[in-house]
T-cell receptor
Framework: GEDVEQSLFLSVREGDSSVINCTYT??????LYWYKQEPGAGLQLLTY?????DMKQDQRLTVLLNKKDKHLSLRIADTQTGDSAIYFC??????????FGPGTRLSVLP | DVKVTQSSRYLVKRTGEKVFLECVQD?????MFWYRQDPGLGLRLIYF???????EKGDIPEGYSVSREKKERFSLILESASTNQTSMYLC??????????????FGPGTRLTVT
């Protein structure tokens, strides 16, 4: 079945860039998503990219997609303490179902 | 503004009790989902519904049932709660955007503890 993998932890210093990586196995994935979960809250949709794109930028967020290697990354520029959260990668193949990765816990150190 | 609400943020139940988790969305979305979230495992789909009275099993439906009598409301039922159902439960709804992507919106979650 489909699988989405992420490293579980990432620590960065405030002001540095963060790069969160994700790999997926389903070659029919059409849309790939990044969600953010702050402590005690549900998931918030940050951004998504269509599989025929290789890059999408939205303010401090840059999503890179390497479809050949099935690798997705989320870069957060000028990381702030408010960016501390769990980040989930998810894929969707035009159906209603989403497959989520385990989440990467980003810690921002002062 | 998109809104998905869940009936409780925290719930403590005893083993063997019947538990109802309620979810309501006010966006007229067709699809609704129940996930459970456990550390290191991400989100696992329990059930989803793509229309009123319709339901589909997800990856881990055992021990759960669902009900969708109205479009805006999707209920998750634990018929006889067990300690291994202690978890965070997340409800979501989704719609298909003009770009044909599905956008999924989540409620705040219910942290259920079964003792």
């Amino acid at each position: 079945g489909e699988d989405v993998e992420q490293s579980l932890f990432l620590s960065v210093r405030e002001g540095d860039s963060s790069v969160i990586n994700c790999t997926y196995t389903d070659s029919s994935s059409t849309y790939l998503y990044w969600y953010k979960q702050e402590p005690g809250a549900g998931l918030q949709l940050l951004t998504y990219i269509f599989s025929n794109m290789d890059m999408k930028q939205d303010q401090r967020l840059t999503v890179l997609l390497n479809k050949k290697d099935k690798h997705l990354s989320l870069r957060i520029a000028d990381t702030q303490t408010g960016d501390s959260a769990i980040y989930f990668c998810a894929e969707n193949d035009y159906g209603q179902n989403f497959v989520f990765g385990p989440g990467t816990r980003l810690s921002v150190l002062p | 503004d998109v809104k998905v609400t869940q009936s409780s943020r925290y719930l403590v139940k005893r083993t063997g009790e019947k538990v109802f988790l309620e979810c309501v969305q006010d966006m007229d979305h067709e699809n609704m989902f129940w996930y459970r979230q456990d550390p290191g495992l991400g989100l696992r789909l329990i059930y989803f519904s793509y229309d009123v009275k319709m339901k589909e099993k997800g990856d881990i439906p055992e021990g759960y049932s669902v009900s969708r009598e109205k479009k805006e409301r999707f209920s998750l039922i634990l018929e006889s709660a067990s300690t291994n159902q202690t978890s965070m439960y997340l409800c979501a709804s989704s719609f298909r955007s003009v770009s044909l992507s599905y956008e999924q919106y989540f409620g705040p979650g219910t942290r259920l503890t079964v003792t």
